[in-house]
């Protein structure tokens, strides 16, 4: 049996909420808070409905909840429908597997009709943390985001269902074997391509709930018996990181200094509903404005100089669909010249087809800069109608470790996100229950308080 394998599953295994740090459970329970109130902003999205309805056709018997919605499916099914939801507006965190929360949340909720009616929510803080900490180390395995995705991989996807299996291994108290097992036939399931980059196309929004519903049936299947490859991670023909990292992986960075650094920590909670390779950028023309003291009006010319991979990634100025729009670090831009933001409101179809928001595309300018490595920040260079010029590198974004969102804007983009489908009195509730998730004993309110009555 391999090592790293062998020593990650003894790690799910034996990590209870009294080894986490308290800054860490402060930590996943706004990552928690932040994922319900992105997924219920996309529970009606005309893509989860349509997605909802395929699922519900199988005529599987009700035992997990749609979140914001009065439906219930299988485990399986619910935990690819909530976190299909959860991505569906870019508004999830990332720095993880990178999008850990509409993965790792969707599958660990999914099964808590198959745990025993005392789970608390300590062990699903726990099983949260591990979920992020396992698809990140994956992803840290196979090189980190940057060659991985470079090479084509949505890492969401490929790590994202080994921190679901885990998650749910640990929620279902899988012993050592069982996690084991559960971890090599996620390996399997992995998948996902950059392909819908090229066209806009929805198929990014899937990957998430595909994660999800694959680490809850890997789980699911190892508490049965069913048996997963146990050298998943060893340098063998048909392993992940040889398939799928050939020249990039890192097999130590899987279980290097576990249990000290914990990597849920590194995560970011977004403030902008648009792919995190333009949150630098819209917050260096917000300052960029400020300082220059400009309107839309005043500005000549916007000139970013980008790397070469988020020029690949996010260099598109397509707006024919809301997916591609928000994968466009021009149109991010754009709207915060225009609107004053890029939240959700600013991604309408009403708007992403103004004949203003054409006329400021044309005054961005984007240049590639092959000294810049992948992992770089954009420089973003304004030149106002009366010749004035500022630049502007914001290392590091909001909504990062080193630069987090507020208490106030956390929970006032929760707010704004879970009331577009619940009750104002209900969103109160679940966000006072979010935010004392160590003291809750009942998860059935939980899961009431996710569901539209």
Request: proline share 4%; with cysteine; aromatic share 6%.
């Amino acid at each position: 049996m391999s090592q790293s394998i062998n020593q990650l599953a003894r790690f799910v295994v034996q990590t209870t909420f009294s080894d986490l740090p308290e800054a860490l459970v402060e930590r996943a329970k706004r990552h928690i808070l932040d994922t319900f109130g992105a997924t219920l902003a996309g529970s009606n999205s005309p893509i989860a409905l349509a997605v909802q309805q395929t699922v519900l056709a199988e005529g599987c018997a009700p035992a997990a909840r749609v979140w914001g919605r009065s439906l219930a499916t299988s485990p399986r099914n619910a935990a690819w429908l909530n976190g299909i939801a959860a991505h569906m507006y870019e508004l999830d965190d990332t720095g993880g597997c990178d999008h850990s929360g509409a993965v790792v949340l969707p599958a660990v909720m999914a099964v808590l009709p198959l745990c025993p009616p005392d789970v608390t929510g300590r062990e699903l803080i726990t099983a949260v943390v591990l979920g992020y900490e396992i698809g990140r180390r994956v992803l840290e395995a196979c090189g980190g985001y940057a060659p991985h995705n470079e090479a084509g991989w949505h890492s969401t996807s490929t790590c994202g269902v080994f921190g679901a299996a885990a998650a749910v291994a640990s929620l279902l108290k899988l012993n050592q074997n069982q996690t084991v097992q559960a971890l090599g036939i996620a390996a399997s399931f992995s998948g996902g391509l950059w392909g819908f980059i090229h066209d806009g196309s929805q198929s990014k929004k899937l990957h998430a709930g595909r994660a999800a519903e694959g680490g809850v049936l890997a789980a699911m299947l190892a508490g049965q018996g069913i048996t997963g490859a146990s050298q998943t991670f060893e340098d063998l023909w048909g392993g992940f990181l040889k398939t799928l990292a050939p020249s990039s992986r890192q097999p130590q960075a899987l279980t290097a200094e576990l249990g000290l650094v914990w990597k849920l920590n590194r995560c970011s909670i977004k403030p902008y509903a648009s792919c995190r390779g333009t949150h630098s950028a819209v917050d260096a023309v917000g300052e960029l404005m400020a300082a220059h003291r400009c309107s839309a009006a005043e500005i000549a010319r916007l000139h970013v100089y980008l790397n070469p991979f988020l020029q690949e990634m996010c260099g598109n100025s397509d707006l024919a669909s809301l997916a591609a729009a928000q994968m466009s670090l021009p149109y991010a831009m754009a709207a915060r010249v225009l609107y004053g933001h890029a939240g959700l409101a600013a991604y309408d179809a009403e708007k992403r087809g103004s004949t203003e928001m054409a006329a400021m595309l044309e005054r961005i300018v984007l240049h590639v800069d092959a000294s810049q490595n992948s992992n770089e920040e954009p420089i973003v260079e304004l030149e106002t109608l009366s010749g004035e010029r500022g630049r502007k590198q914001v290392t590091v974004p909001l909504g990062s470790p080193q630069n987090p969102l507020s208490d106030e804007a956390l929970l006032l983009k929760f707010q704004q996100l879970a009331v577009r489908v619940l009750p104002a009195q209900q969103t109160a509730a679940l966000e006072a229950y979010c935010l004392t998730l160590e003291q809750q004993t009942d998860m059935q309110e939980l899961l009431n308080l996710l569901t539209v009555h």
